[in-house]
């Protein structure tokens, strides 16, 4: 059985994410969810009724202050996370999320998780 559902686009999602990882090293970056809206069937789309296109594909982002990619991570359901990152037993979607966008980040970025991901400010010091 095959974990990652993205395995057909997984080489063009895997060059996408080389060009973010080039990026220079940067001190201030944040941890947020982007929804990208889609009509087509598909198993690991989301339904958000509140959002202006409800049905979605999410997608975790490491961005910069900029505004600017720096890493991401597709949602392909809780477990599928927690088979990817190592040391993840006990922890919860939010934890799994951060572990594993914070393995890219440089010595002495900060890091602030925002939005639906956490309902407080949590500042990560690497």
Not at 34 to 51: D, E, H, N, S, W
């Amino acid at each position: 059985m095959k974990t990652d559902k993205f395995w057909k686009v997984r080489p063009f999602m895997n060059r996408i994410l080389n060009g973010c990882c080039l990026q220079a090293a940067i001190e201030y970056v944040s941890i947020d969810e982007q929804m990208i809206p889609l009509t087509g069937a598909c198993q690991f789309r989301q339904y958000v009724p509140l959002k202006p296109n409800p049905v979605s594909i999410k997608i975790f982002v490491l961005a910069s202050a900029d505004v600017i990619v720096l890493d991401f991570e597709t949602y392909q359901g809780a477990k599928t996370l927690g088979l990817q990152v190592p040391d993840s037993e006990g922890l919860g979607l939010v934890a799994l999320v951060i572990k594993r966008l914070s393995e890219t980040l440089h010595a002495g970025t900060k890091c602030v998780v925002i939005g639906s991901l956490q309902p407080y400010k949590l500042w990560i010091t690497c």
